[in-house]
């Protein structure tokens, strides 16, 4: 991306980049061991006190040194043109071989966790009418247009897109774990440590259930049925006019921006692809209230997180809400 264009690149189309890779092929590398090590052990995330992708750059140091690093920020400020910003939010999206599109959505920057029927808005800005908050996606892994890339509805952050409520199942942020789980062993095990479904808490829903009496799909039918009554947000389907979108190829490293105004989705990944892993991470502007709710004793957000420890990193200028806990 030329110097100078990304501003207009994010304010025409939603989207800029890719920016080039900035970290080494190790750094990289390491990273991805470490986020692979994740998904296949589930660890209990240490502020959350259960397994989550969330956040790990408040736990581990060479993911806070990636997503801070000058290269990073200096691309951030010169397309977003903040004066302040804070990271306040980091979060693991991998796609195994044969999984599905995280189908096309927007959020308009409260990020209230409706994808998963969560109401409980992450940011208060100061300027309600401007933008407040941007999404930066790095890759961890090469992607191409086969394995889960990013793609985008030029122009779209400028509409609002109606949706509808739908159960969980439905919803454009479901990814069937029918595609990951292959023993009833797996399954139990990823239910009772909350790793099955993005954001929705499992442990019980298994509760009173002998294992020894079903089949693995049956048991999977079990949790579709258990599941029924929780419900989650979908974009109502639209049309698209040819040349309406653009996908985002890139090799591990590189980066793109953007503002989660602007309609988008990560494609399904064919059978045969390779695993692919991204880190993306939020920034807002340093004035942005961040979890105003836990002012209050409710410290969970909208994805079912207890936030009580979370903290935010400033990583531009020198204005930032006074009621934020800053690491
Ligand atoms: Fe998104």
Redesign the pocket.
């Known amino acids: 991306m030329k110097e100078g264009n990304s501003r207009e690149a994010l304010a025409v189309n939603g989207f800029a980049g890719p920016f080039p890779r900035f970290a080494s092929d190790d750094t990289i590398g390491e990273l991805r061991e470490f986020f692979q090590d994740m998904l296949d052990h589930q660890p209990e995330h240490p502020l959350y006190k259960r397994y989550s992708v969330r956040d790990w750059h408040l736990v581990n140091e060479k993911v806070r040194e990636l997503l801070t690093a000058p290269e990073l920020i200096a691309s951030l400020q010169e397309a977003t043109g903040a004066e302040s910003l804070i990271l306040w939010r980091s979060k693991l999206f991998e796609k195994y071989p044969g999984d599905g599109a995280?189908d096309w959505?927007?959020?308009y920057g409260y990020f209230d966790g409706e994808?998963v029927g969560g109401h409980r808005p992450a940011l208060f800005p100061l300027h309600p009418s401007s933008s407040w908050d941007w999404?930066l996606w790095l890759s961890l892994t090469d992607v191409s247009e086969d394995d889960g890339v990013m793609e985008f509805v030029k122009g779209s952050q400028q509409t609002v897109y109606p949706k509808r409520m739908v159960t969980l199942t439905e919803s454009g942020?479901y990814v069937d774990p029918r595609n990951r789980v292959k023993t009833k062993e797996e399954l139990q095990q990823r239910a009772a440590n909350n790793s099955l479904i993005l954001d929705i808490d499992t442990r019980r829903v298994f509760d009173g259930v002998d294992f020894d009496k079903y089949t693995l799909d049956e048991l999977f039918d079990l949790l579709a049925q258990r599941c029924a009554d929780l419900r989650a947000v979908v974009t109502e389907p639209f049309e698209l006019a040819p040349g309406a979108t653009e996908i985002t190829p890139m090799k591990a490293g590189e980066y793109i921006i953007f503002t989660?105004r602007c309609m988008?989705?990560?494609r399904a990944s064919l059978p045969d692809a390779r695993m692919r892993l991204a880190v993306?991470a939020r920034y807002t502007l340093g004035d942005t209230w961040v979890y105003p709710q836990r002012s209050s004793s409710d410290t969970f957000d909208g994805s079912n997180l207890d936030i009580r420890d979370h903290k935010c990193v400033p990583v531009l200028g020198d204005r930032f809400h006074p009621d934020n806990a800053y690491l």
């Open positions: 995280i959505h927007q959020e994808e999404t942020a989660e988008h989705r990560s993306n």
